[in-house]
């Protein structure tokens, strides 16, 4: 063999032992590499956890020894980001994490529990709930968890995605606060539909509430129960109220479509009627708060068996839209109702608007009333069924019907403005169809002491000439005129001009565009009927069938049962 020759040496054969050593290296390579391959695969197991029942959860943040899947579902012990990727059939997800935040994300997944809720939060600071995807809940609850999603705790829903659930009691429950954020929601429950103990705070999504109970529904009247909502689409079908708020509402966004009860079909002097008679313990207003309802602004559709907006309280509308059609009082307040702007509608009511006392000081209202189109009467109802008041033709000093402003139009069999005690016009434009029978009057105000004085606006009122009523005081010319005949179409007074939609038998006009010491014809379909010269400020022609005080059109009132 040649030294010098490197090729020589390239070629030398490997010995025996050569041979053996490095398949032994080759051998240990393979064995670390599975092993390193394995133990890789037990770390990213452990974040993503597989059994038999199908159930895939896994952290995103947190212990991931906390979650635990087994047959009955889901259990997350430590606060963390939690996500949920499969079904779960015939369990739950159980969150018991004391004093620590929790975040799950349902990921378009089914839960279906035939012994509880679906969502169990037993203990947690705050349980965030994130939709993504379709999610479907079923839930058979009992009477101690009673919500297909139940919180023991302050809770937060959110996401883009949706929530359709089934439940033989409530859909949400929330037992300290229940926000949401966002969301589509289709709620199918036996009793109520979305429930905060404490308070709710709606800022947006999508809600279709079919429920034998409340829509949505805060409870605790020690402490809180206080309720928000500032945007958001709630189509809801209630058994009884569709909001019904322990303490304060505030609505001031939204679009709210509301049928509760039976609808408007079914009006509080039927014999029917369950909504607020005291035989019954169910209450079937569209909106309800027992402190208080403020709304700013809105879309609010309503067609509700009992009050279509009621509190115990006050009532305050600085804004918003509404069409109401009701079995018993469009909007109601037992205290002040107090009207600053918006476009309101009641195309059906027993009585249109009613509270304590009620001030008008913007909007353009529209009032359709088989009773009173406004009546300041205050106080619940709690007599039984709408036949008969509970009222004297004593007059009530402390209630007052004042409208400072804004368009109003009332249409009403019973008296179309109505007031227990004082009745004050400052302003706005006022039309008034009034009653075709003579127990009521186009406007009605309080005996022994009480005052209906104007002091500007436009004011044109007809009706039956047997409870009509003319200002005690007035700083503008203003005159009613009795007549002897029924009438019906246009009439013209001076350069004032109006068509009442009925027949009528008086017209009370007060203006600034009538003058002192003039005379003026009323002329009725192109037929002069009746000249009057309007000698002082408060002109009265003819007379009325009935002098104030001497019949039924005085005793207005807050009639109808249970205030509940």
Not at 103 to 117: C, D, F, R
Not at 125 to 145: A, M, P, Q, W
Request: glycine share 16%; net charge negative; charged share 15%.
């Amino acid at each position: 063999m040649n030294k010098n020759n490197p090729k020589a040496k390239g070629k030398r054969p490997l010995t025996q032992k050569q041979k053996t050593a490095i398949g032994i290296c080759l051998v240990g390579v393979l064995l670390i590499a599975i092993l390193i391959g394995l133990v890789f695969n037990f770390q990213n197991k452990s974040e993503d956890l597989t059994v038999d029942t199908g159930v895939v959860a896994s952290t995103l943040t947190g212990d991931a020894t906390a979650l635990t899947v087994g047959e009955d579902g889901v259990e997350i012990t430590s606060g963390g980001i939690y996500e949920l990727n499969e079904n779960i059939e015939n369990g739950c997800v159980i969150v018991r994490a004391e004093n620590a935040d929790v975040k799950l994300i349902l990921n378009g997944v089914s839960i279906t529990n035939t012994n509880g809720p679906a969502i169990y939060v037993e203990a947690a600071d705050n349980f965030y709930l994130e939709l993504n995807g379709d999610n479907i809940l079923v839930s058979t609850t009992s009477t101690d968890y009673n919500g297909a999603i139940y919180s023991k705790d302050d809770i937060l829903i959110y996401g883009d995605g949706s929530l359709d659930i089934t439940s033989n009691i409530d859909g949400i429950v929330g037992k300290d606060d229940l926000q949401i954020d966002g969301g589509k929601f289709t709620i199918d429950a036996q009793d109520d539909g979305i429930v905060g103990k404490d308070s709710i705070k709606v800022t947006g999504g999508e809600f279709n509430i079919a429920v034998s109970g409340d829509g949505f529904k805060t409870s605790n009247e020690t402490e809180k129960g206080d309720a928000e909502f500032t945007g958001g689409v709630f189509n809801i079908n209630s058994g009884s109220d569709g909001l019904q708020i322990i303490a304060n509402l505030l609505i001031s966004g939204g679009t709210f479509n509301i049928t509760s009860g039976n609808g408007s079909g079914t009006t509080s002097t039927s014999s029917q009627w369950v909504g607020g008679n005291s035989n019954s313990s169910t209450s079937t207003k569209g909106i309800k708060a027992d402190a208080s309802v403020q709304i700013d602004n809105a879309s609010i559709t309503i067609n509700s068996q009992d009050d279509s907006v009621h509190s115990n309280g006050n009532v305050t509308i600085n804004n918003g839209t509404f069409d109401l059609s009701s079995g018993d009082d469009g909007m109601h307040a037992d205290g002040n109702m107090t009207i600053n702007n918006g476009t309101i509608i009641i195309t059906k009511a027993y009585e249109g608007i009613e509270g304590g006392t009620i001030t008008v000081n913007g909007g353009d209202i529209k009032v359709i009333a088989s009773d009173d189109g406004f009546n300041a009467a205050g106080g619940s109802d709690t007599t039984s069924g709408r036949m008969g008041g509970q009222n004297s033709f004593a007059g009530d000093t402390s209630k007052v019907l004042t409208i400072n402003g804004g368009t109003v139009y009332v249409n009403s069999s019973g008296d179309g403005l109505d007031s227990n005690g004082n009745l004050y016009i400052t302003g706005g434009t006022i039309y008034v169809d009034g009653p075709t029978n003579d127990g009521n009057g186009a406007l009605d105000y309080g005996d022994s002491g009480c005052e209906f004085k104007i002091t500007g606006g436009t004011l044109i009122a007809v009706g039956s000439s047997g409870m009509a009523v003319n200002a005690t005081t007035a700083s503008q010319a203003t005159v009613l005129i009795n007549l002897t005949s029924s009438y019906n179409g246009k009439l013209t007074f001076g350069n004032i001009s109006y068509t009442p939609s009925k027949n009528y038998s008086s017209v009370l006009i007060s203006s600034d565009k009538l003058s002192i010491g003039d005379s003026y014809t009323l002329n009725i379909n192109g037929t002069d009927i009746q000249s009057v010269t309007l000698n002082n400020s408060v002109t009265t022609s003819g007379t009325a069938g009935m002098q104030p005080g001497m019949g039924q059109g005085r005793q207005g009132g807050m009639q109808g049962g249970g205030r509940r």
